[in-house]
């Protein structure tokens, strides 16, 4: 069928704060490269600025507030039942601070992805860059996966690499590694939008799977 016959991919974004990586999805929507559209942003924070983004863009927002449920499990069987209702197909964590509970994972199996500032599995949880920094790799980049009950441990789907160099601070390998975020999260939802993506246990299978650009050491090869 036709790309663009398909309906549009209804997406559900959670985020809790600047919601960049929600900007570039909204970007690759406007430019036409992704088949999609935003049903819901859901946020925790009331101050969150993706909520301005949500705005700008004329996208329904909801903030939901963890203390106004009993229970964690009570919290996301709601937010699952507010991405039911409005027929979201995918959900995308986009810096939503907060381990998904089993409710929202149960109603949507391999349907939810998160976007993670390092090379899962190292350096999973808070201030991936960081943990990258301190342990001295040359290497770290960003990752999407699809979310599981776990912290950062669902099958991957997609890891960008970059170096570190040995000037890094924080900031600037976090600023190196947030560039790649932007153009990996809409590509990895462009692959489930096309319906090429199929998870075997913890191993992604993507369809018609493009070739492998190059690669690189860091430092580069000099023999
Ligand atoms: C990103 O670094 C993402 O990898 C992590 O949280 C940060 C969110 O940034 N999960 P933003 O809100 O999308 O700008």
Known sequence: MNEQK??????????????????????????????????????????????????????????VHPADYASREEYFRNVAEELRTRNAGLIVLAGFMRIVGKALIDAFPNRIMNIHPALLPSFPGLHGQKQALEYGVRISGCTVHFVDEGMDTGPIIIQAAVPVVQEDTEDTLSARILELEHKIYPEAI???????????????????????????TNPPLDI
């Open 6 to 63: 398909m309906p549009a991919l209804k997406i559900g974004v959670l985020a809790s704060g600047r919601g960049s990586n929600f900007q570039a999805i909204l970007d690759a929507i406007g430019k036409g490269k992704l088949h999609a559209e935003i049903a819901v942003l859901i946020t925790d924070n009331p101050s969150a600025f993706a909520i301005e983004r949500a705005r700008k863009h004329h996208i329904e927002y909801l903030v």
């Open 190 to 216: 462009r692959l489930f939008a096309e319906g090429r993506i199929d998870v075997h246990g913890r191993t992604v299978q993507i369809k018609d799977y493009p070739n492998i650009q190059s690669f690189f």
